[in-house]
């Protein structure tokens, strides 16, 4: 049995999703978004990514997190932002002594579909379909992180 943290970083929004891997298949054991207003400031934003996602960390103990490596395009003020809170999130991974892999979105979609252009929408119906999920995880932050997990799952070597 093994358990990744799949985590898709935001400042607004960040996924996340944990996956169990067992002699029996994948399962989704908890998943959502940890969610930040415009109204906080940003360093009110930083401490509650960092309060809330330790808290997952807690109580979901995984025994590794895959994270979603950043691509921008044009937008260097938005960028800026989910870097700092990216390094949030690699600072709580650090101090809570966990391996971490990074994958690239086209790791990820090449990984869960065997194409890595595959759509948002295709990666979305793979990941309701592999966990067995009723629905597609809502939003997108969440079955983005889902599948960082499922990718991990699947590429990491460690342990």
């Known amino acids: ?3 990744c943290l799949g985590i898709d970083p935001g400042l607004a929004r960040l996924g996340y999703g944990a996956v169990m891997m067992t002699d029996s298949g994948l399962h989704a054991l908890d998943y959502g978004c940890i ?20 808290e997952r960390i807690t109580s979901i103990c995984p025994d590794f997190v895959s994270i979603e490596r950043l691509f921008f395009g044009k937008n260097a003020r938005t960028a800026e932002y989910v870097y700092q809170a990216r390094g949030v999130i690699m600072l709580l991974i650090a101090q809570n002594n966990l391996p971490v ?5 086209n790791n990820i979609k090449r990984n869960l579909t065997g194409n890595g252009k595959s759509k948002k ?25 889902l599948a960082a997990a499922v990718a991990g799952l699947s590429l990491y070597e460690g342990g």
Do not use: C, G, N, Y
């Not at 929408?121 to 629905?135: G, K, V």
């Open 1 to 3: 049995m093994r358990v």
């Open 35 to 54: 969610e930040t207003t415009p109204a906080m400031t940003f360093t009110e934003r930083l401490l509650k990514i960092h309060t809330d996602l330790q």
């Open 101 to 105: 892999i990074e994958l690239t979105p």
């Open 121 to 145: 929408r295709e990666i979305q119906t793979a990941i309701r379909d592999i966990l067995s999920l009723d629905d597609i995880p809502r939003p997108d932050d969440t079955a983005d992180a």
